[in-house]
């Protein structure tokens, strides 16, 4: 087995060859459950047919480029690019989550799960981008394309934050820009416009990474927290339910007590790729779990994401949202608290200094 150059022995998700979950009970699954999943989801003519258009709005070009300039007067607010990928504008920043522009999630433009929908905004639309957080290897996740692009945009290159192990395959590519992370390990930014402190965690998620037959968990994975002056964003990347999020809640609690302004005022968590359950349940959440991992970190409001995008599991693509919908009923919670918004849709926040 290919050692782990980062081992620390004392950090239980750390493994001598690789990484690990918090929850021990996690494996990977094998190539015959793989095979087994492939077969019983031909047999029921999976994945099923979308029966509603997935919601698509053109973008506020004039609003996002007005307010990647305004220094102080910033408005918080989230675009929501498609997939994984969001546009973030708060402290000062523009930030972007799992950048994935390109047509297909895979090591080939040739073949692999292709968009069914474009992105939200184009790469030429974006404004200048000045942190990228990347949360794992996956090839929807981590699109080569897309952060090479990125890498070259007029103005120089974004910082990029990664977890463990990805540093160096960025530096193959000529990315050096590059700061990796362990759970728990803090990235301070001061916003250059505004002077804002910007503090980013890399956190836990229950997920895996691989983006080969033999590389599998051998860089790690994760989620972040994204801690400003007029807002706090969490970015949960790909994960399963797992306990994580309520030691996330915990671990920020000092910051985010009632007088200091709550909860995080956003999050961004996944609602697609769920089905079915026995195969998925341990690496990603359906609806119903993100809601409670909304609970589970107090945050005031959610995106939903991970959805719309690339068919990569048995459920329709549209069907995330109508699930979610339930959820929330279930719960009795606000629709309007944790929305599936259209691709290239903004959502405007106030900011968190009023103590909304």
């Known amino acids: 087995m290919k050692k782990n150059p980062y081992f620390n022995p004392a950090k239980p998700h750390h493994r001598p060859g690789g990484f690990q979950n918090n929850d021990p009970s996690f494996r990977r699954k094998h190539l015959h459950e793989v095979l087994r999943w492939k077969w019983q989801a031909w047999r029921a003519g999976a994945p099923y047919p979308s029966t509603t258009p997935i919601p698509t709005v053109a973008p506020e070009l004039d609003f996002i480029h007005a307010n990647a300039k305004a220094g102080v007067a910033m408005q918080p607010a989230m675009t929501w690019v498609g997939h994984i990928t ?19 999630c895979s090591p080939v433009q040739w073949a692999g799960p292709k968009r069914h929908t474009p992105p939200g905004l184009s790469m030429a639309q974006l404004p200048h981008i000045d942190v990228v957080l990347l949360s794992h290897s996956h090839y929807d996740h981590l699109d080569e394309a897309s952060m090479l692009a990125l890498g070259a945009q007029a103005g120089g290159p974004p910082l990029f934050l990664v977890p463990l192990g990805l540093k160096p395959w960025l530096a193959k590519r000529g990315l050096r820009h590059v700061v990796e992370l362990d759970w728990w390990d803090e990235q301070v930014i001061e916003a250059d416009a505004t002077h804002q402190r910007v503090a980013i965690t890399l956190t836990p998620a229950q997920h895996w990474s691989s983006r080969s037959p033999t590389d599998a968990m051998r ?29 996330i809640r915990e671990h920020f609690a000092a910051e985010q007590s009632p007088e200091l302004g709550g909860g995080f005022d956003m999050a961004l968590l996944p609602i697609g790729a769920y089905e079915p359950r026995w195969f998925m349940k341990d690496q990603h959440c359906n609806p119903a779990e993100a809601v409670q991992i909304f609970k589970d970190l107090g945050c005031k409001r959610a995106l939903a994401v991970h959805w719309g995008t690339f068919q990569l599991t048995d459920e329709a693509l549209d069907e995330p949202p109508r699930a979610l919908n339930a959820a929330l009923q279930a719960q009795h919670i606000d629709g309007p608290d944790f929305q599936a918004l259209a691709i290239g849709q903004t959502w405007r926040l106030p900011p968190r200094f009023n103590g909304n």
């Open 86 to 104: 969001v546009l973030a504008q708060f402290g000062g920043l523009n930030l972007i989550t799992d950048p994935v522009f390109s047509e297909r």
């Open 219 to 247: 860089t790690l994975w994760g989620g972040f927290a994204v801690r400003a002056p007029d807002c706090h964003l969490f970015f949960a990347g790909d994960t399963a339910y797992s306990k994580d999020f309520a030691d």
